[in-house]
Structure formats: C-alpha cells, structure tokens
C-alpha cells in the first residue's frame, strides 16, 4: 500500500514521518535493497516519531502552564463571586505569572463542595516585607 502525501495536508514533522513509511513500502516491496535499507527506514520513521513526541509534550506543557488549582474556604469564595474580593494572598510556591489563570474551588470541611471560579492574575505585589506582607507570600489582583 503506498501513500500519498498530496492528497491530505500535514505537519512537517508528520509529514516526514509519512515519506519515511512511503520509502518504506518501497523498500519492502523491491529485494534488491536488502535488510540494510529497511533497517535504515525503520530508523528514520522512529527518529521522526521522536521528535513528534517531543514537539507534542511541549504543547502540553505551553498548554497547562499557567493554570493553578486552588482552594477556598466558602467565606471568601462567596466574596470572589460577588466582586467584593479581588485578590488572594497565597503562598508564593508556583511560579504565578501575571496572566496565569487561577481555578478557585469552594473547600468545605475537608471537601469540595463543586463550585469554582476562573479568575485571571493581572497584577502580582511580592517582596514587601516592609509593608506587612510576609517573605515567600504574594498577593495576586485578580480580574
């Protein structure tokens, strides 16, 4: 079976990988090249597929990065619903970034009780032992 690239749209890499079973087939199909030259396909095939899974686990990571689940007790959930409360102090243990999105889950009597809230970080104050905000805590406006 031979395929034919022309008539679908791929990613480099995707691509590559399936010219590299193309010749492939082509080699399988032909005696004269010998074991040599399947062997020599199979391992372009798997270097292609390597760098498929590495090009794949960094999307992921681009894709999660940013994204921090949290937990709040019903007081201040219900004042993060209404608009009064536009910020958390958090320990500054996960890299938040200005951007990152913030997964407030409601956290009742040691369970969840369902209710979340996405807010965006747009602002990040850390480091200001001298105004009252402990070392290793940031406060994080949220929209």
Known sequence: ????????????????????????????????????????????VIDCLEIEVHELIKIKNENTAGVHHLK???????????????????????GYRVGDMLVLNEWSEKKYTGNFNKRRITYILKDCEKFGLMDGYVILGLD
């Open 1 to 44: 079976m031979k395929v034919r690239l022309k008539d679908v749209k791929y990613s480099g890499v995707t691509e590559r990988i399936l010219l590299s079973a193309s010749m492939l087939n082509d080699l399988v199909g032909d005696n004269n090249r010998g074991i040599i030259n399947i062997i020599s396909g199979l391992n372009t």
């Open 72 to 94: 709040v007790l019903p007081e201040y959930y219900k004042a993060l619903g209404s608009g009064d409360k536009n910020f958390e102090i958090r320990k500054d243990d996960r």
